[in-house]
């Protein structure tokens, strides 16, 4: 069930932290979540893309965005359970420039 649900919000854009949230929710215990919780932290880069598409965000965006909407994004971004040092590069990225991943972000 865990690694399932994991999975299911992974595809949806949410992050690491919205998918423990959501198996604490659901009463699976801390042991049992570990692998669905390392699922997810493998996945966080393509899953903050996903969410970033769906909402329009940094490089998905029809144009730069202002300061008060890129702290939208960046919170958008964090309330879908992503870092916050994650957020503020896909949002700050230019519109149609999709940056890489590096080790930091993951």
Known sequence: F???????LGRRGYGERRVAQALHAAGVEEAEGAGARA???AGAWAA???FA????????SARKA???AREKAIASLVRAGHSFALARRIADAEPGHVPEPDDADL
């Open 2 to 8: 865990a690694a399932a649900r994991a999975a299911s």
């Open 39 to 41: 699922q997810a932290a």
């Open 48 to 50: 903050a893309l996903r």
């Open 53 to 60: 598409e769906r909402r329009r965000i940094g490089p998905f």
């Open 66 to 68: 202002d300061p008060p």
